[in-house]
């Protein structure tokens, strides 16, 4: 089944602790970005790529790293999580960038305290 | 469930009822559009997609209409049933191939039995 996956669906941490969300691919997509979804703010996007090797910022990339050593992944870093950081987190991955649509993972709550 | 957002414009409509979500969107030079659906819990799920040299298109139970002039987008879906219940998005490409989609606030549609 063509999909993103997201992993873990649900963390809990504490400030300054460094983490990794996971995303992985089995599309074969080029493009992949990570958005956070806050209320009335929507969905905003921290990181993008348009291939290996090649990330981007987004509009709120401040506190976050990205790397896309293969095709398939794109992992989201955390260095040191501040609790502004506590959020809901979709990655996203396209054949062709913006232009055609977006799939989305199922998404990662996270909540750091 | 999740909750992707507090203040979002709400529509109530009656099952079996037509519904009509509507989006402005910001940039005359985007030339491709797509409507996203999100259930809670879930990520978004693309709907159907319309790029700027039509003002119509057609899916099942849903039709999409783009108005260039005004910078309107409306999402139609026929025959509203309990499972469409959900926030949905329109989103915009302004930058091509090298573009990010830009997407909307999200109005949340209740479906009354």
């Known amino acids: 089944e063509a999909q993103v996956t997201q992993n873990p669906r649900y963390l809990i941490t504490v400030t300054g602790k460094k983490l990794t969300v996971t995303c992985s691919q089995n599309m074969n997509h080029e493009y992949m970005s990570w958005y956070r979804q806050d209320p009335g703010l929507g969905l905003r996007q921290i990181y993008y790529?348009?291939?290996?090797?090649?990330?981007d910022k987004g509009d709120v990339p401040e506190g976050y790293k990205v790397s896309r050593k293969e095709k398939r992944n794109f992992p989201l870093i955390l260095e040191s999580p501040s609790p502004n950081q506590t959020s809901l987190y979709f990655c996203?991955?396209?054949?062709?960038?913006?232009?055609?649509?977006?799939?989305f993972g199922s998404g990662t709550r996270l909540t750091v305290v | 469930g999740e909750s992707v957002g507090l203040h979002l414009p709400t529509l109530s409509v009656q099952e079996g009822d037509n519904s009509i979500i509507n989006c402005a969107y910001s940039?005359?030079?985007?030339?491709?559009f797509i409507w996203y659906k999100q259930e809670s819990g879930k990520g978004p799920q693309f709907i159907i997609d319309?790029?700027?040299?039509?003002d119509k298109r057609q899916g099942q139970r849903v039709t999409v209409l783009l108005n260039k002039t005004v910078k309107h987008l409306s999402l139609q879906i026929a025959a509203t049933q309990p499972g469409d219940s959900a926030v949905y998005f329109c989103?915009?490409?302004?930058?091509?191939?090298?573009?990010?989609?830009?997407f909307g606030k999200g109005t949340k549609l209740s479906v009354k039995p």
């Open positions: 940039n005359s030079a985007s030339d491709y």
């Open positions: 996203a991955s396209s054949f062709r960038g913006a232009e055609s649509g977006y799939t």
């Open positions: 790529s348009m291939n290996v090797e090649v990330t």
């Open positions: 989103a915009e490409n302004v930058g091509g191939s090298q573009g990010n989609l830009i």
């Open positions: 319309i790029r700027s040299n039509m």
